[in-house]
């Protein structure tokens, strides 16, 4: 496993097995699939960024006709 792989998988060891409702992030925001991106989107990139890595484009899907996208460029 690759260094950036370890480290996404440390945050996504977080809340693996886990209700989204039941994340504090959530607590207030509804976890719909462009909550869910934002906030993968600010979890992951400070930790890429330990790693000199730029996180550019994130997309999370619902589904395959229901996804989100945040892109950089």
Known sequence: ???????????????????????????????????????LFNLFTPRLEELNAELVRLEVGESPTRSYCISLY
Do not use: R, S
């Open 1 to 39: 496993m690759c260094h950036i792989e370890k480290k996404l998988k440390e945050v996504c060891d977080t809340f693996e097995g886990k209700f989204l409702n039941k994340l504090p992030a959530f607590q207030y925001v509804n976890p719909t699939t462009e909550n869910v991106t934002m906030w």
